[in-house]
């Protein structure tokens, strides 16, 4: 069964630190997704990545970095946290066009 | 670009009663559809999808939703709703030939009472 790890379910952090989320998908997908969730304004794309070191924009960059440097692990990256960035954040992976996109279970991220 | 709008925020309804949530879409590309719905405390996950063929898609537990391609709607719909379908439902597109990028609605909160 496909199963993608969000590391941490709840994470709170102060503003200006440097805040990492992890995810990990076990089935060797190249696709992998990171968005934000906010209440009204559903699920925003904030970046992906399409294959090792590869990555792209999505919606919503400012603020956020990301790193593949394994296939099975894409790393989103708040350089410099504000409160504006608490949020849901959901990682998801694909494996190729035309098939759904499997989620991870979250992770609340508190901006304090 | 592409963009969806899901017409209700909530939707309360009782326990055994039929339910509509609706979805229309707005895209200049042919689009895949999909409705995903997250439980309390979960992630997102895939309840039915649209690729192509027969424009009436089931679920495994009693959803079904059409795709009305003149009218770029896709309507989720269950004749009886229990209280475990209480849930966010999202519906999502996903243009064809891009990088399967998905773009959500705004979610719409389905709330079942007894």
């Known amino acids: 069964d496909v199963k993608v790890t969000q590391s941490s379910r709840y994470l709170v952090k102060r503003t200006g630190e440097k805040v990492f989320l992890e995810c990990v998908q076990d089935?060797?997908?190249?696709?992998m997704f990171w968005y934000r969730q906010d209440p009204g304004l559903g699920l925003r794309l904030i970046y992906f990545?399409?294959?090792?070191?590869?990555?792209e924009k999505g919606d919503i960059p400012e603020g956020y970095s990301v790193s593949r440097e394994k296939k099975e692990r894409f790393s989103l990256i708040l350089e410099s946290a504000s409160t504006n960035q608490t949020s849901m954040y959901l990682c998801?992976?694909?494996?190729?066009?035309?098939?759904?996109?499997?989620f991870g279970d979250g992770t609340r991220l508190s901006i304090l | 670009a592409q963009s969806v709008t899901q017409l209700d925020s909530q939707v309360p309804v009782f326990e055994e009663a039929p339910v509509e949530l609706r979805c229309n879409y707005s895209s200049s590309v042919s689009v895949y559809l999909f409705w995903y719905v997250q439980y309390p405390n979960q992630g997102l996950q895939l309840l039915l999808k649209?690729?192509?063929?027969?424009?009436l898609v089931e679920s495994i537990n009693g959803f079904e939703a059409e795709f009305n391609k003149s009218q770029t709607s896709f309507h989720l719909r269950k004749p009886s709703v229990h209280i475990s379908d209480t849930a966010e439902y999202f519906c999502a597109v996903s243009p064809l030939g891009g990088y399967n990028k998905l773009i959500f609605g705004a979610g719409t909160r389905l709330a079942v009472h007894p």
């Open positions: 990545s399409y294959d090792v070191k590869m990555k």
């Open positions: 089935m060797d997908h190249e696709n």
């Open positions: 998801a992976s694909l494996e190729q066009t035309n098939q759904p996109q499997h």
């Open positions: 649209y690729l192509s063929g027969s424009t």
